[in-house]
């Protein structure tokens, strides 16, 4: 089966076509997946995590620690916005940046990529994603051997929405870290305090294929969803780029918390303290 994914996954890379694909991520104990689309085309060299290094006001601290504010950090990360010269349209206006120290800075660098990949590729995105994946994706896909590596694991071929397609595992712990740094962001932004309790990260967007639980656990991430959909459907959606990314945040006492994320219009994550779901 590994063979048989792999070879077809790199004909279809060689000849350059355009792939379209579904990809199933999956984590942990049971089998998480995480439906997602390639597209391959054509490559270049590309490096998206080049960073500034502007010094600002040394004394505000990091919003993930204590130590000493040296780099703006972009939350969501920023290679996650589409370039103009990519897709002809500015979508990274007004991006929200949050103080950070360079530990939290380079650990978080090294993930970003990753982030990148996985939130983009989501079946569940708009056009805006699709046209990130022909350009951005591809360019450092063909850059990156991790990515590749990535991609080399496809494990399965499967059938989604009526169409043959290729499974893949990802590092969902790696995937739930970014995003918990990134609600952390969003909070700091908002509030100008860090939020230091446990954040939990879920999406229904992930499911699971197997394990006995896999059909009842990807009907309650689909609930919580929609419950989470609804309990903020009256509080506004933030975000200056709302094709690729907007939040909601309901935070009425001290202890909850609760930030709904959406990644190029389809892709629903959101992160709460226990109590916050109570
Ligand atoms: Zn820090």
Redesign the pocket.
Known sequence: MHQESLSLLLTLIEKKQALLSQVFYRWGKGSALFIIRICFKQISVYNTLGRRKDQINGRT???????ANTTPEHVPPKCIFPEVKDLGIDYRKSLITVP??D???LRKSKDDEYLMFVLTCSITNNEAAMKQIETKILRAWRRNSRLKELLLRINRPIIAKGKSTLAFKVDIGRVNRSLDWIARGLYYNQYEKKWSAKLRIESPAMLFLEGKDALKSNKILNHMGVAVNHALSDLPKIGENPDIFWYQMLHNSPGELLINMMFFGGLQVFAFNKSGMA
């Open positions: 601290t990091c919003y993930m620690c204590e130590q950070s120290c530990a939290h800075n």
